[in-house]
């Protein structure tokens, strides 16, 4: 691959001609494409986390009723 701006060539292996050929449909870089990526993947990782917990309590029958959740949901939107 041929660096435009350095004019010098850089030899990349498949995945990272992959990644910068992604990267580039994407019109950005290939390191900021990483880095949406790990933020996905910790976002996701502490989504699967939470609803674990959720699972776990609510086998322990720890629920919370319908009328907590809304007021909860009223008191967060109206802060």
Known sequence: MLLPDK????????KQARRAHTATKAGT??????????H????????????EKGM????RGECVDEEEIDASLEAMLNA
């Open 29 to 38: 870089v290939p390191e900021r494409l990483l880095t949406s990526i790990a």
């Open 56 to 59: 776990t309590a609510a086998r």
């Open 40 to 51: 996905y993947r910790n976002a996701e990782a502490r989504f699967l986390a939470a609803v």
């Open 7 to 14: 004019g010098m060539e850089v030899h990349l292996t498949k």
